[in-house]
């Protein structure tokens, strides 16, 4: 396992990538648990299988196809990631997150973050959408930081301010083109929990008098290197399961994929109106 990877290390996993196209990408897509229907619109893209990228790490989890794809989608040059990695897969917090520092050495300058995610809100059903307007990070306050380690100046300070991890900007572009598309969203606060265990009704009885209004296993980690970095971010979480409060129902991976279904083409407009207007 990885702690930390050093600059000449992440330009070497660069190196292995813009060997294999000739796009120069300006805006990154990563792509949740069942939503990598998405990839299937990528024109005329390069497609990069993690497993072939220098320290990349592999995606082990169903629904996560675990490639790269560089291409075009709405007019804007993408670098989409058609599956994630996890911490509870086994990689450092510095290993989940080698990706976005990629794609920042790459130039890119937006990250749109999708997820799947459970409903803490109790207004909240399986197939919704909730743009993220902030994030609490319970991995990094116990703990592991994918900041922590040797601060790497060359992308950002010691001490990042995270004051506004998902872009205000962003935010309202993607509440106005939804509301054109009649999209019912939902805008609120996830918990990112290091999984894999899904939460009891009492961890999300506390989380839900913490603030959360959904949760998931991911998203955090990325957001916060992603902010660090000066990289802009978007984030999506599409509602796969409803509040279990009262534990009179069990959630399991195959109604989170399942979910997708219905979550993935909300998730498609909304992600290819806001290419069309940044």
Avoid: C
């Amino acid at each position: 396992m990885r702690e930390w990877f050093t600059l000449e290390e992440i330009d070497e996993s660069v190196a292995s990538i813009t060997r294999r196209t000739h796009y120069q990408p300006t805006i990154g897509i990563i792509l949740g648990s069942g939503l990598g229907g998405l990839a299937d619109a990528v024109e005329a893209a390069d497609s990069i299988p993690f497993s072939e990228i220098t320290y990349w790490p592999v995606s082990t989890i169903a629904g996560h196809s675990g490639r790269v794809l560089i291409g075009k989608l709405e007019g804007q040059t993408v670098f989409m990631m058609q599956g994630r990695i996890h911490y509870y897969e086994g990689y450092s917090m510095q290993q989940v997150t080698l990706p976005v520092r990629v794609m920042q050495r790459l130039g890119i300058q937006t990250l749109v973050v999708t997820n799947a995610a459970g409903a803490i809100h109790p207004d909240y059903l399986p197939g919704d959408l909730m743009l993220i307007s902030d994030h609490i990070g319970l991995m990094g306050m116990t703990g592991p930081n994918p900041l922590r380690g040797p601060n790497l100046d060359t992308f950002g300070p010691r001490f990042p301010d995270m004051s506004q991890a998902y872009d205000h900007d962003l935010l309202a572009l993607a509440q106005k083109v939804a509301a054109e598309a009649n999209i019912k969203v939902h805008t609120g606060v996830y918990i990112g929990l290091s999984g894999p265990s899904f939460e009891t009704p009492a961890d999300l009885r506390f989380l839900q008098v913490i603030g959360a209004d959904a949760v998931g296993m991911s998203t955090v980690p990325e957001v916060t290197i992603a902010r660090h970095g000066g990289t802009r971010v978007l984030g999506i979480s599409g509602i796969s399961n409803k509040a279990n409060l009262d534990g009179s129902t069990m959630t399991t991976h195959a109604e989170v994929l399942e979910a997708g279904k219905v979550i993935a083409p909300k998730m498609e407009t909304i992600i290819r109106s806001v290419l069309r207007r940044i």
